[in-house]
């Protein structure tokens, strides 16, 4: 076996005890909590998806796992892939919209990327922890990446800004939560593993189909779906904004908490298939007339951002989530 391939199979095998030990003492932590022990059907997974590169397209699986860094299945692993700028910020389609447009698929190890004007580009990720550590920053907060190489950086940069080499792709190099960044008030109870890998805020975020459906009615424009608001679950049969008092999801064996909801951006408001921005700013403009978050205690957090969705810390074991699970909540 050459050195390259003991290398790969001591990162995998490192990999594989951590996740394992995060998983045990996850659980463990859950045990000493009271989690809800009776609990109220309200609807069925309708979707799942997986976003392997920060900002960029969806795949839509069947099944996944949920683990303490998100949905996986495989190499397949939610927000642990990101593109940098050249002082190793990271970028989103809120600056770049043409990230949205690049549709990744991965098969064994391969991430294969695809967009409409660019040639197909495959990077193999069992290669890429071969490169040594480097931090790049989300959000303030300094985080682990590998770069996964001159390709991917050469195919992103040529896309973003037709150069060959200011953005780079990097892969998250860390089987632990990133580091937590305080909070500006206590209203949110973030725990230390609740961050995730790369995500905005955490791990999981569940949209519900009837609150959407009900949003359309309001809109007078161009209607919206789970694409302009980038669920890992869409959830159907519940009633429109009932998830707003959720304070416990289960799905399947999996028993998560809601931590806070999802506050909208300027995201929303570029069409997720062809990177234009509404000229109105919808759907934001609509959500901000009658879905502002009016908690005093909560607002110095929010700001005038309205709320649209739930985000989810998993507060059990890994297990398996798949279409048409029943939904449960507390």
Request: charged share 25%; hydrophobic share 35%; with cysteine.
């Amino acid at each position: 076996m050459s050195q390259g391939s003991y290398l790969s199979a001591a990162v995998a095998t490192t990999g594989v005890l951590a996740g394992a030990y995060c998983a045990y003492h996850l659980y463990n932590e859950a045990q000493k909590r009271k989690l809800p022990t009776t609990w109220k059907e309200v609807g069925t997974l309708k979707d799942i998806y997986i976003y392997p590169i920060k900002s960029c397209g969806p795949v839509q699986k069947d099944r996944a796992e949920c683990t303490l860094l998100g949905l996986k299945d495989g190499w397949l692993r939610d927000r642990v892939l990101m593109v940098i700028d050249g002082k190793n910020n990271f970028i989103t389609a809120r600056g770049y919209p043409q990230l949205l447009s690049i549709r990744p698929t991965v098969r064994n190890s391969v991430l294969t990327l695809q967009h409409n004007d660019m040639e197909i580009l495959n990077v193999d990720l069992s290669e890429v922890p071969l490169q040594s550590v480097e931090t790049a920053t989300v959000w303030g907060v300094e985080v682990p990446v590998y770069d996964c190489g001159f390709d991917a950086s050469e195919w992103v940069s040529r896309l973003l800004d037709k150069s060959a080499n200011n953005f780079r792709l990097v892969l998250y190099a860390s089987n632990n939560s990133r580091k937590l960044k305080r909070p500006a008030n206590n209203v949110y109870k973030f725990r230390k593993t609740d961050t995730g890998a790369l995500p905005d805020e955490l791990p999981f975020h569940l949209m519900n189909e009837t609150s959407i459906d009900d949003l359309n009615t309001k809109l007078q424009g161009n209607k919206v779906c789970y694409k302009n608001f980038r669920p890992n679950f869409l959830i159907t049969g519940a009633r429109p904004y009932e998830e707003d008092d959720w304070k416990y999801v289960k799905i399947g064996e999996n028993i998560f908490e809601v931590i806070k909801p999802c506050t909208r951006c300027m995201l929303t408001t570029i069409d997720p298939e062809t990177g234009t921005r509404d000229s109105k700013s919808e759907p934001i403009q609509t959500l901000k007339s009658y879905r502002q978050i009016t908690d005093s205690s909560a607002r110095p957090w929010s700001g005038s951002a309205p709320r649209m969705g739930i985000h989810l810390a998993l507060r059990s074991k890994n297990g398996l989530v798949s279409i048409n699970d029943r939904i449960y909540v507390d």
